[in-house]
């Protein structure tokens, strides 16, 4: 598993031993940010079941302002800091200015995705949801995201991977589809704000 391009081109990344996560392959990877590409760039970020950080860190190597990471399982959140401390050592990422203090461009957290999403105050510009499959995840976590969604001021959009077999609504609360893929056994559902 590596970075496709931007700054970090070609690092790899630790991925989390064992089947607790389904790392997205590089051909997947590389089909959503070609739908997504010209979004990227100073987006505000948020990889939400992130397993080993690997859309956050592809969109930070893209040119995202930030990047958040959320995950509930303790070994995830440890590899995605191992990702993120890895790219750091590269010289990767730099600090950058808000509200006047450095920060870095990413946080990390270890919590339920409603209890992130219920602390997020931040206005989200691109969404990632890779839950695990087959428990009904990205149907629960849709009416709890869009409101943290920036839909003020950009067009932001929701990029959900899941099992082929699940059917997503066309529309929920001002998103629509506006993009659909299947690769094996797995899908790519784009939502984007209704205009």
Sequence with gaps: ?????????????????????R??????????????QFDVEDAVVLDLFAGSGQLGIEALSRGAKFV????????AVNVVKSNLAKLEN??????VEKFGEYIKP?????LPYHAFLKLLKGEIDIAFLDPPYERGLIAKTL???????????KNPLIVCEHEKQL???KEVDGFEVVKNFTYGTIAITIYR???
């Design 1 to 21: 598993m590596r970075i496709i391009t931007g700054i970090a081109k070609g690092v790899n990344l630790n991925t989390l031993s064992g089947n607790e996560t």
């Design 143 to 153: 009416p709890i995201l869009i409101p943290k969604m920036n839909t003020k001021n």
């Design 90 to 95: 590269f010289g990767c990422f730099e600090n």
């Design 167 to 169: 059917c997503l609504p």
């Design 106 to 110: 990413f946080r990390v957290d270890k």
């Design 193 to 195: 704000q209704k205009l």
């Design 68 to 75: 958040y990471f959320s995950d509930n399982n303790f070994k």
């Design 23 to 36: 790392p997205t392959s590089d051909k997947i990877k590389e089909a959503i940010f070609s739908a997504i």
